[in-house]
Every structure is written in structure tokens, then in C-alpha cells.
């Protein structure tokens, strides 16, 4: 668990998680810190041990030779200043588990991406990308000042478009906007 000074180091803002339009998202965050079913204290973790983390990530041990202990991201993040925790405060025993106080907050690759670069890896959503590159509406997609919910329509419903609908640049923009 990050303890309070390392939310001081973010290099993204998080104050919009604890609005509750983003309850999941911040939810997937928090989920990113935690080790289901299994107690790890401080001397009993390995070298390369990994284990997966309550939302899929996975992670693994990086045990120094002084006795030291950092938790990684299994994903390699280039982008992330996070790509390691130490563990700052070790072995804060509960009757139900154990937390590791660290010196920095793990961020889920999403918080890195903008929506146009989820509209790009979704094979499903070609049509919808080349739409909105056709009617200019593409750099909706790329803002960074705010925080948007796309309804983004499949190939297949786009495919169901008459001709004339996508052949006309003002009439398919009207559609998309």
C-alpha cells in the first residue's frame, strides 16, 4: 500500500478517480496494489518471484542483496516513473493479512492512454477511426483537458450505413458528433 508521501510523486493527476463516474477506474487502480490470497512477508519474498495482482496485473520481486525489497510492475511501462516499489514499511501484520507500506503508487497503463490510442488497437473499431478521420472529429479523441465517454459503434453497425450516408463527409460527421 503506498503510504501517503508517494501520492505526493505522481506524474498523472488522480483527484478525477474519486469522482463516481470513475468508481471502476479507480477501483482497477487500488486493485493494482493488492495480492489476493496469499500472505508474503517481508523475508519470505524470492528473487523474480511473481505472483498476479487482484485486477490480472502481474508483478514480481526484486530482492536486493542488502535484504531489500522492491515490487515491479510484470508489464514494462517505458512511460512510467512507477516501474518499481520499495517496500518502506514491511510486515504491518492484520488477523487477515499483511501490508507493505511502499514508496510509490503503481498506474494502471490506462492512465497513459489517451482514446484514440484505444480506438487505434481495436480491430473492431477500424471503420469508426477512418470515420472520424474523414470528418475531422479524430482530435476529440486526443484531448487531454478533460475526460470523455465515447459510445464507439462496431464495424458492423457502421457497415450497415447507406452509401450515400458514407460518401457524404457532412452527413456521416452529423452522425458521429
Known sequence: APVNSAFDNLTKPIEHLLQPAYQLHLSD??????????VICHDDFTHGQRFDMLNGDGARANVKDNGNVFVR?????PWS????MYLTKPDQNAGNG?????NRVFLPQW??????LVVSGQEDLDLFA???HRTGQWK????????TTVYAPNNRALKALPKRVVD??????SILD
Open 29 to 38: 487502480m487500488i486493485q493494482h496494489h493488492i495480492l489476493p490470497n496469499q
Open 73 to 77: 510492475s510484470q508489464i514494462d511501462y
Open 81 to 84: 516513473p512507477s516501474k518499481q
Open 98 to 102: 499483511v501490508i507493505h507500506g511502499t
Open 111 to 116: 492512465m497513459f492512454r489517451d482514446l484514440a
Open 130 to 132: 477512418d470515420y472520424l
Open 140 to 147: 476529440a479523441l486526443e484531448n487531454q483537458d478533460g475526460f
Open 168 to 173: 457524404d463527409i457532412e452527413q456521416l460527421g
